[in-house]
């Protein structure tokens, strides 16, 4: 995009962007990221997909997330990153500090006097709990769906007809009945209010939300930060107040010289972890020597 005034920000919330899969929409992400200034970043979960990164596929545009998040570690920005069930191997580094980065499993904040509690939310998600092979194998499946939504939609644009979500459509009547058997939501609330928070902040279940969740011992504000692959959300705080970003396509100056700009790269697994390290301290010549098994 252009160069224009960046939006500030206090406080940026996103989650399941879920780097290393075809169903990731890392370009828009980038054209939103581009955009905007925080001064505290909290990364909730999935961000890297490492379930499906056996897989070798690690496009540029991947790679220049990531190096985006640690450009804004570098210049000062706060940045919480939180596990979740796509990349809970960083559980077993909770505490970890690096500059302004830290590995949380979970984060609670005090934002102008009111206490927030931050998590990614598969910790109430049943079959991720009960049954993680049979959540594995539907998170290829899904990942299968969204390449063949791809191609839907490839057809879709050429015949002069609009987008369609294949994966969103099922996932919305399938979802609806894990959350309801799950009870997602009120769980998060009902834990909230025992423990006298008054946000909650949750992703996971790609359901981008924010509400009033009343009980009868309390209230809390409920809120999901979607993901970065059909709802394409971020939650926002500023002044004192909470909003939740749509990402409208409309809104950047878009310019792709090569239609290959972003071809597809396929990298062994220690070429994509010294780029990501390399991204992180600078040293290139020192990372090409690390033997990374």
Known sequence: MSKTKKRKIDLLVLSDIHLGTYGCQSKELLHYMNSVKPKIVVLNGDIIDMWQFS?????????????????????????????GNHDEMLRKFEGFKMGNLSI???????????????????????????????????SHGYDLLILINAVCNWVSVKMGRGKISLSKNIKNSVKSAVKFINNFETTAADIAISNGYDYVLC????????????TQHGQVEYLNSGDWI?????????????SLYKYNPDEF?????????????????EEIFNQMLGNFLGENDIITAINFK
């Open 104 to 138: 949380e499993n979970k984060l609670v904040l005090n934002l102008d006097g009111k206490k927030t509690w931050i998590f990614h939310g598969d910790v109430f998600d049943v079959t991720m709990q009960n049954s993680k092979w049979l959540t594995r194998l539907g």
């Open 253 to 269: 100056k878009v310019t792709t010289p090569h239609e290959n700009e972003d071809e597809l790269v396929f990298m062994e697994n």
């Open 203 to 214: 992703g996971h279940i790609h359901h981008p939300e924010m509400k009033t969740i009343k």
């Open 55 to 83: 897989k070798r596929y690690w496009p540029k545009s991947h790679m220049q997330i990531v190096h985006k998040i640690f450009n804004w570690v570098r210049k000062g920005v706060k940045v919480y990153y939180i596990t």
């Open 230 to 242: 059909e709802n394409l959300t971020a939650l926002e705080y500023n002044n004192k107040s909470w």
